[in-house]
């Protein structure tokens, strides 16, 4: 199956994609590079119409879950283009999400 994910991106080269990297390092357990995964991640958060997505305790080094949250963002010379960029992890354990 191929997922369409041409109108999906996250943000490249900024300080938040570079944490979201090492977030995901730090904390998940794969031998799947991130960058392998991004497109699964990114399928799967727009087909649901999330801004985030968890990795459950028994794929992390602490054997927590984990939470990933993101902005999602339109570009303007494309409407059909959708950027994702790192807001962080476990924003809502640490109190920095704001409730809706």
Do not use: W
């Not at 490249?12 to 995964?37: C, G, Q, R, W």
């Not at 119409?49 to 993101?70: A, E, S, V």
């Amino acid at each position: 199956m191929t997922l369409n994910t041409d109108d999906l991106e996250f943000d490249y080269h900024t300080e938040n994609s570079e944490l979201f990297a090492k977030d995901f390092m730090n904390y998940v357990i794969t031998e799947v590079p991130l960058f392998a995964l991004q497109d699964e991640l990114l399928y799967l958060m727009h087909r649901r119409n999330l801004t985030r997505f968890r990795i459950p305790g028994y794929k992390t080094i602490d054997g927590q879950d984990h939470i990933f949250y993101f902005d999602v963002r339109p570009i303007n010379e494309n409407s059909r283009i959708k950027v994702y960029s790192y807001k962080g992890i476990d924003l809502e354990k640490r109190g920095l999400l704001k409730k809706e």
